[in-house]
């Protein structure tokens, strides 16, 4: 992955290398689902951060195809868990708002960078209406439970895993590494510490290849 110097150097690895659970597609993905996080918008580099993304070979290799970007809901959503923390809300309606949030952040991307905002991956870069992706399948949407423990991290898994694609994981820091080198950490684990959600292991069971990426400094 190739950054603007003026945005410093990023780490990368692998979470997943290949195939692994049931109706795993074997082959070389057509695609790659980008997650970026919310809280990388408080960096003043996010736009070349992001930009960088799209142009080039990843952690994958060349990856020709489209690069669909699934951007977290940063602060706007913090916000509602905090309003969700001093009085509770009904779960379902939370978890509706919190996606709604995600299109806030989701526009600021797609403007910010020039790309289109989409309600289905296309067949170039752009940034995914995840509340309009989610419309368009009821039955997907049902499925996904109403829960602070599903967040961005998840809803990019199912994207990935739709459209038979890679998932890259971009946050603010990298995962914790376990003792043994060069052995990824399970999605179990890094879910239990907080790195991922809590049903991303769940929802990526379908993805074959999943990696990270986080800006060194």
């Given at each position: 992955m ?6 410093g150097?990023?780490?990368t690895?692998f979470?997943r290398?290949?195939?692994?659970g ?9 695609a790659?689902?980008?997650?970026f996080g ?6 003043v ?10 142009d080039?070979p990843?952690?994958f290799?060349?990856v020709?195809?489209?690069r669909t970007?699934?951007v ?7 916000g ?7 009085r ?9 708002l ?6 806030i ?26 509340a ?19 967040t ?11 459209v038979?694609?890679d998932?890259?994981l ?24 907080g ?9 990526a ?5 999943i990696g ?6």
């Amino acid at each position: 992955m190739t950054l603007p110097r003026s945005s410093g150097n990023v780490a990368t690895g692998f979470l997943r290398r290949g195939p692994e659970g049931p109706g795993i597609a074997a082959g070389p993905a057509a695609a790659m689902v980008i997650r970026f996080g919310g809280s990388l918008l408080e960096r003043v580099d996010w736009p070349e951060l992001a930009a960088s993304l799209l142009d080039g070979p990843t952690l994958f290799g060349a990856v020709d195809g489209p690069r669909t970007i699934v951007v977290g809901g940063g602060s706007v959503v913090e916000g509602l868990r905090d309003i969700d923390r001093t009085r509770p809300l009904d779960l379902r309606l939370v978890h509706r708002l919190a996606i709604d949030g995600m299109g806030i952040t989701a526009r600021l991307v797609a403007a910010t960078l020039g790309l289109p905002l989409v309600t289905r991956p296309a067949d170039r870069h752009a940034v995914l209406d995840m509340a309009g992706w989610l419309e368009a399948d009821p039955a997907r949407a049902a499925a996904i439970p109403a829960s602070w423990s599903v967040t961005s991290d998840s809803l990019a898994a199912i994207v990935a895993a739709a459209v038979t694609g890679d998932l890259l994981l971009v946050k603010s820091i990298p995962p914790p590494m376990p003792q043994g080198a060069g052995e990824a950490p399970s999605l179990e684990s890094l879910a239990k510490l907080g790195w991922v959600d809590g049903w991303f292991s769940e929802a990526a069971a379908r993805v074959a290849r999943i990696g990270w990426a986080a800006p060194s400094r």
